[in-house]
Every structure is written in structure tokens, then in C-alpha cells.
């Protein structure tokens, strides 16, 4: 099945650092998705974002889908952001459904 | 405006024992999913379906039943529970490839 590798694994950063998270995949994407994991456990979604570039407030994310890979921007960091942020792919035919990545977990300190 | 809910909340039942997760959604969503989250897997689809009475397995379904006799209800039961099945489960839905998923139940076999 398709393979979905996170980087980094885990960050901390101070308030207002902007970060860069990554996200490679192994076979070519007809749906990737951004979610964010908060402290308390609840899964919100980010984007859709199988190529291409969107922004969301102080949140952007561009694809490659070329290139099999995904970047999640976060832009003056605040507490909120923190927890675990996840990439979800699913493959052109659908037959392996989605499968997530380990995901990054990021710790902003105040 | 609940969107999607999930029951109960919290569970705690012994190994052998059959246990019922309930999601319900208010948004009509063809898809529902579920999933469970351990530490070191992240997230692992179990089932999911494209409509009423049509289901199909996911990465990891042995040991689960389902069936969605409704578009918004989609029950998973554990039907002897078993301690490897300790985990938070997630029920998620979706129009189309965006997923917005439930609060999560946690589920532990003693």
C-alpha cells in the first residue's frame, strides 16, 4: 500500500516562530488532507489539498503532487496551534482507502 | 447543529464481552468511517461506508462488525472484546473526500 512519512516527527517552538511541516507519499494522491489533532483530542480538518496551494489565515499548504509531497505552513505560532498535525492520503483508484501518517507533534511555547 | 456525535463518550468493559460505539451525523454524508488511534500507529481505518447498506473493510477490521441500516447512524461493535482493542476510536464522515470526524470514544479492555 501506499507509504505516508511525516517530518519532523516532533517541534517546539516559541510564540510568533513560523514552521514548516512536511509530508512525502509514495504513489500518486487523488485526495490529501491536513488535520489538526488538538490537546484535548478532537480532529479538525485543515485542507483538502490533493495539488496545488491554499491559505487559511496564519495556515497555508501547497502540494506537489509531481514531486509526491505536501507542506503545511503555520505563520506566527501561537498556543493554540499546538498538538499534532496529520497528513492523510488516499491512491488515484481508492482501493486502499485513507491511510494517515504518523503525524508531526508540534509544542508552542508561550 | 450537532454535526457528528459519538457514544458513549468513555467505556470500560471486560475482555469476552460485546460492546456497541455509536455515531450518529446530521449532515447527510454518504461516507462514514471509522478509525481507531493507538500510540506508534496513529491513525488505522477499520470500516467504512459509502451509503446505506453498503460497507467494506478498511486496514485493520478483524475483530469488528458494522452496519448502516440509515445514512446517519453507523454502529461498530466489538463482539468479544478483546485487550489489543483498547484504543480511542473515531468515527469520521464525509460528502466526498473531506472528512470531519466525531469527539472520539475511549475504549478500554480490562
Known amino acids: 500500500g501506499i507509504q505516508v512519512e511525516q517530518s519532523p516527527p516532533d517541534l517546539i517552538l516559541q510564540e510568533g516562530a513560523n514552521s514548516t511541516l512536511r509530508c512525502n507519499f509514495s504513489d500518486s494522491v487523488n485526495n490529501l488532507q491536513w488535520f489538526h489533532q488538538n490537546p484535548w483530542g478532537q480532529l479538525i480538518n485543515l485542507f483538502y489539498i490533493p495539488s496545488g496551494t491554499k491559505q487559511n489565515g496564519r495556515l497555508s499548504a501547497t502540494t506537489v503532487a509531481t514531486e509526491r509531497y505536501s507542506l503545511l505552513y503555520i505563520s506566527s505560532s501561537q498556543t493554540t496551534d499546538s498538538g499534532v498535525y496529520f497528513c492523510?492520503?488516499?491512491?488515484?483508484?481508492?482501493?486502499?482507502?485513507?491511510?494517515f501518517g504518523k503525524g508531526t507533534r508540534l509544542h508552542i511555547l508561550p | 447543529d450537532a454535526g457528528i456525535t459519538q457514544s458513549p463518550r468513555y467505556k470500560i468493559t471486560e475482555t469476552g464481552r460485546q460492546v456497541t460505539l455509536m455515531c450518529h451525523q446530521t449532515w447527510s454524508h454518504s461516507y462514514m468511517f471509522w478509525y481507531r488511534q493507538d500510540l506508534g500507529h496513529g491513525l488505522r481505518l477499520i470500516y467504512y461506508s459509502a451509503a446505506a447498506d453498503i460497507t467494506d473493510k478498511g486496514e485493520v477490521p478483524d475483530g469488528y462488525v458494522v452496519s448502516r441500516s440509515k445514512t446517519e447512524n453507523f454502529p461498530l461493535t466489538l463482539e468479544s472484546a478483546t485487550r489489543s482493542q483498547t484504543s480511542v476510536y473515531f468515527c469520521a464522515s464525509s460528502a466526498s473526500y473531506e472528512q470531519y470526524f466525531g469527539p472520539g470514544t475511549r475504549l478500554t479492555v480490562t
Open positions: 492523510a492520503v488516499e491512491r488515484m483508484n481508492r482501493d486502499d482507502k485513507i491511510i
